[in-house]
């Protein structure tokens, strides 16, 4: 059966250092990958999408990794603050068109 | 401003009694959704539309009914609600039809108790 899985459900780091959050998935032939921040009581809000044929992408702090062949996400925070404290999830689509299927969630704390 | 807006944000209802949530956006944007989120589960898409006219079941639509006779409204219809559908909604707009390779604008959310 397909299957999304992201890493454990909660991560804990320090400030300063990298947060690596991976979204895994299975029986999936993604084109589009896509990667959202969520706070308590909130909608998503939408941070990064790579494609297929794309390696690496950034913006500011923050880079996707994308390898099909290991089936696998990475997604990276560097310099993390107490500020990036939330829930990440990864969210995949295998066509241009229509249905998105999101991971359950990695809860993210940074500590000062 | 920019936005998706969900009415109500919070309803609390009975067995089989009919409610509509409404999700309007003010972006002009093709595609529409919705997706309920479960402990645990995580987000799961309902239905979606990428036009006026055109909709499409997404991975839980079991229940549910939309329809999208204008671009900026997409109702989510429960006929007989259950407790099983007890949620926290959400509705998403994207500005082209093709929502999966683009920003998904979410809404505030809508808390749904069934008893």
């Known amino acids: 059966s397909q299957k999304i899985e992201q890493n454990s459900e909660a991560l804990n780091i320090q400030e300063g250092k990298t947060a690596t959050l991976t979204c895994n998935y299975t029986n999936y032939s993604p084109a589009y990958l896509q990667w959202y921040r969520q706070d308590p009581g909130r909608g998503p809000v939408f941070l990064l999408l790579i494609r297929e044929n794309e390696k690496e992408k950034r913006k500011e702090r923050l880079k996707v990794t994308f390898d099909t062949t290991l089936k696998q996400s990475l997604f990276h925070i560097t310099a993390s603050q107490p500020a990036d404290s939330a829930t990440y999830l990864c969210a995949l689509a295998e066509t241009s068109y229509g249905k998105l299927t999101f991971g359950q969630g990695t809860i993210l704390t940074v500590h000062p | 401003e920019a936005q998706v807006t969900q009415n109500p944000r919070y309803l609390i209802t009975v067995t089989g009694k009919k409610l509509t949530v409404t999700c309007s956006q003010n972006?002009?944007?093709?595609?529409m959704s919705w997706y309920r989120q479960d402990p645990g589960l995580g987000l799961r898409q309902i239905y979606y539309?990428?036009?006026?006219?055109?909709?499409d079941k997404g991975d839980v639509p079991e229940g549910y009914k939309v329809s999208r006779k204008e671009k900026r409204n997409f109702p989510l219809i429960l006929e007989s609600p259950s407790p099983n559908q007890t949620s926290l909604y959400f509705c998403a707009s994207s500005p082209r039809s093709g929502g999966s390779t683009d920003t998904q604008y979410f809404g505030p959310g809508t808390r749904l108790t069934v008893l």
């Open positions: 539309s990428m036009n006026v006219e055109v909709t």
């Open positions: 972006m002009n944007h093709e595609y």
